[in-house]
């Protein structure tokens, strides 16, 4: 019987999941070490800004201790919402009061941090990306790092993303291509460099939808806008498409083509826009998907259940998923029960979440985008 505090257990990954994770088996006695292949300087500097959920992410953060902390640099105003087609009609313009929304905003290094100054700073391992497992016997399983240290463990939690390295020993599922690709870019300092698109953008996220296509613009906490050019297209579109990426100014130049009739509001976004370009290539996991339990092995977050960000639901269900693993871990003696109950639980919550995110990913880039969205928004209002 594995007992879980006399026992090595090993979290892939020092995203919100893995964190939150490692600092809730550390508040009831349960030791975890966090495995993160980047350094502690780039994993703060990570991330754009996120929703946290009453019923989800909150609880993760009230569970760790750490909710006090989480409404003092919250942004209840950032939930401000804007949707237009491509010629600039409104459809929706959403004004969140302060204090009063169950979705308020915090960028995911401040996210990060916070959770981190919580967590024993000698349960986490910077610089370990993952090479390889290899299962021993009696349950045990050797870690291989690509900076060559090898470690044993007797759970192996696979916090570790879209294209984890733990999955595979679960089930033979891959990320695939959602066909949806992104162009990020970046305007820095809106409310003082630029305060009409600032007026425009108001304090939370606007969504201009047409075309199969789609410009996102998100204020973060820092004061810039992230800002995404999104397109359904085929996986190959952002190689073959003749973008210079490592050339910002021709690349800007050749995305603002593909809005060229786009209301000049709408193209302020990207013309405004400095620095680098990051193209993105969107993925998701089979909606529902379930393995075999297996003794020592699990995952958490988009490693089990990545989705399309349009149920708003990615860091959330990860939050999520580390309080439900670490509470059946304290409450089951045996291990291997305690995430057996937990996988139950993820697949009835993360396969629903999944459904809703690829039903709102096909009908953002759909027909008649803007109208269809807003209706939607408006039925769930008149439900709650």
Known sequence: MQKANERKIAIIGGGPGGLTLAVILQKYG??????????????????????????????????????????????????????????????????????????????????????????????????????????LKDDLYELHFENGNVETSNLVIGADGAFSKVRPLLTKAKAEYTGLSMVEVHIKNVAIDHPELASFNRRGKMFALADHKAIIGQLNGDGDIRVYASFQVEQEWLDQSGFLWDQPDIAKQKLLSYFEDWDDSLQNYICLAEGQILPRR?????????????????????????????????????????????????????????????????????????????????????????????ALMNQYHQQA
Request: some cysteine; aromatic content about 8%; charged content about 25%.
């Open 30 to 135: 349960v030791k975890a070490t966090v495995y993160e292949k980047s350094s502690f300087q780039a994993n703060n500097q990570q991330g754009g800004s996120l929703d946290i959920h009453s019923e989800s992410g909150q609880r993760a953060l009230q569970e760790a201790d750490l909710f006090e902390s989480f409404q003092a640099v919250a942004r209840y105003d950032g939930e401000d919402f804007r949707l237009f087609d491509k010629k600039g009609k409104m459809y929706l313009d959403e004004i969140a009061e302060d204090h009063d929304s169950d979705r308020p905003e915090i960028d995911r290094c401040v996210l990060c941090e916070m959770i981190l100054q919580a967590l024993d700073p000698t349960s986490i391992r910077w610089n370990h990306s993952l090479s390889h497992v290899v299962p």
């Open 282 to 374: 969107i993925y998701m996991l089979p909606v529902g998907l379930t393995w075999a339990h297996r003794a020592g092995v699990t995952l958490i977050g988009d490693a089990a259940h990545l989705m399309s960000p349009f149920a708003g639901e990615g860091v959330n269900l990860a939050m999520l998923d580390a309080t439900e693993l670490a509470l059946s871990i304290v409450q089951h003696n045996d291990l291997s029960i305690a995430v057996q109950s937990y996988e139950q639980k993820m697949y009835a919550y993360s396969g629903e979440a999944a459904k809703e995110s690829y039903e709102n990913l096909q009908l953002c880039f759909g027909d008649q985008a803007a109208s269809r969205l807003a």
